[in-house]
């Protein structure tokens, strides 16, 4: 299931990125199979390219994130906390190596990146990953294929069925 996550993060070794930091609610979706759409609240998916990766939600999402059988860590905050410096503390929990960084260009807002800034103030916004998101997001997998297959299949069925009665 976690296919797309593993090529992720091969290909921040190989750009010799540090962090990739993930906040389209679509893409975390898609990535992770955790459906939510966060509004205004701070939702991502933070990958490295030797470590585990973690999601980071509002605290009321944790369990659902659980529920989807996410294996890695899922980190909660509370409206009341600085997520974002919660954030910048379990990527330093990981990893020493923070400063090089890949985000979706298209969907980081600028005070978002402003307040990453702060917490991490040598960070450096150095690749775009929405380009590779949307060409995995395009090209499918054999377990994607299967599932969409499936999933065609399905509400035909029924009618199939009489059909053949």
């Not at 299931?1 to 679509?26: P, R």
């Not at 030797?50 to 860590?73: C, H, M, R, S």
């Not at 909660?76 to 990893?95: L, R």
Request: aromatic content about 10%.
């Amino acid at each position: 299931m976690y296919q797309n996550i593993k090529e992720l993060q091969n290909w921040l070794n190989v750009q010799q990125l540090d962090v990739a930091y993930i906040s389209d609610f679509h893409s975390i979706s898609y990535l992770t199979g955790f459906e939510s759409d966060p509004i205004e609240r701070i939702l991502a998916l933070v990958l490295f390219p030797q470590n585990d990766p973690f999601i980071f939600a509002p605290a009321l999402e944790v369990e659902t994130v659980k529920a989807t059988g996410w294996p890695y860590p899922v980190y909660g905050y509370q409206d009341s906390e600085d997520a974002f410096a919660m954030i910048a503390g379990h990527i330093k929990d990981e990893t020493t190596h923070f400063e090089n960084w890949a985000v979706e260009k298209g969907t980081l807002t600028l005070e978002r990146a402003q307040q990453i800034q702060r917490v991490v103030p040598n960070v450096k916004f150095k690749d775009d990953l929405t380009p590779l998101i949307e060409r995995m997001r395009l090209i499918k997998t054999p377990a994607e294929i299967e599932k969409c297959i499936k999933l065609e299949l399905m509400p035909t069925a029924p009618f199939n069925l009489v059909l053949m009665l």
